[in-house]
């Protein structure tokens, strides 16, 4: 596996951490048949921070999921967080 494979799994991987066990809108978490859960949006938020867009990007990104497409009211504070969480993931 080269380089550059390995290093975007990694990142999908530490993507997918954040998004279950930080994000995770629906309350999820804790139950293990649904740790896949959120996996359809990996791409989406790996592909914005590959791109370096900044943290209001990313978050508008999990709020137009949050509560457009899954129709929740949404936690704008902690969505803000897990959005520099994911952000701070390129910093590393």
């Not at 309350?27 to 938020?45: F, L, M, R, T, W």
Request: charged share 30%; with cysteine.
């Amino acid at each position: 596996m080269s380089q550059n494979l390995k290093r975007a799994k990694k990142q999908h991987d530490a993507i997918r951490t954040i998004l279950i066990q930080e994000w995770d809108p629906i309350g999820i978490n804790d139950i293990p048949e649904a740790q896949d859960e959120y996996d359809a949006y990996v791409s989406g938020v790996y592909r914005l921070l590959i791109s370096r867009k900044p943290t209001y990007e990313v978050f508008e990104y999990l709020w137009f999921i949050e509560t457009e497409h899954m129709a929740l009211c949404g936690d704008r504070q902690r969505t803000k967080q897990v959005a520099e969480l994911l952000v701070g993931l390129t910093e590393k």
